[in-house]
């Protein structure tokens, strides 16, 4: 049984840092491309970010290129993102997915192919 497990979010004021970590269990963890989604209030889920296998491979969204980071450990099956230069409209709940396929396919928006984490909230205070 795959599991992902986020841990991180909070509340930040704008301009602020957090960095959230995402637990994987249940796979072979360097098999499986991973991802960053988040949701906001009343909108669609939405791609934030993801890394290849080994890491040397990222995309990103256009509204956070330049304010986050991701980033894996093979060693300890689990990813990170950190964000800087929080704005208010980055307030959303941060999901994690793993997908056995290309990081750049997340970038296609959500699938029933992906597995998900429970989410973490993040707000960002103005």
């Known amino acids: 049984q795959v599991l992902l497990v986020e841990s991180g979010g909070g509340l930040v004021q704008a301009g602020g840092s957090l960095r959230l970590s995402c637990a994987a269990s249940?796979?072979?963890?360097?098999?499986?491309?991973m991802g960053w989604f988040r949701q906001a209030p009343g909108k669609e889920r939405e791609f934030v970010a993801s890394?290849?296998?080994?890491?040397?491979?990222?995309y990103y969204a256009d509204s956070v290129k330049g304010r986050f980071t991701i980033s894996r450990d093979n060693a300890k099956d689990t990813i990170y993102l950190q964000m800087t230069t929080l704005k208010p409209e980055d307030t959303a709940v941060y999901f994690c997915?793993?997908?056995?396929?290309?990081?750049?396919?997340?970038?296609?928006?959500?699938?029933?192919?992906?597995?998900w984490g429970q989410g973490t909230q993040v707000t960002v205070s103005s």
């Open positions: 997915a793993a997908h056995f396929g290309y990081a750049r396919e997340f970038l296609d928006g959500i699938s029933p192919r992906y597995y």
């Open positions: 249940g796979l072979t963890f360097s098999n499986y491309v």
């Open positions: 890394v290849g296998w080994a890491g040397d491979r990222t």
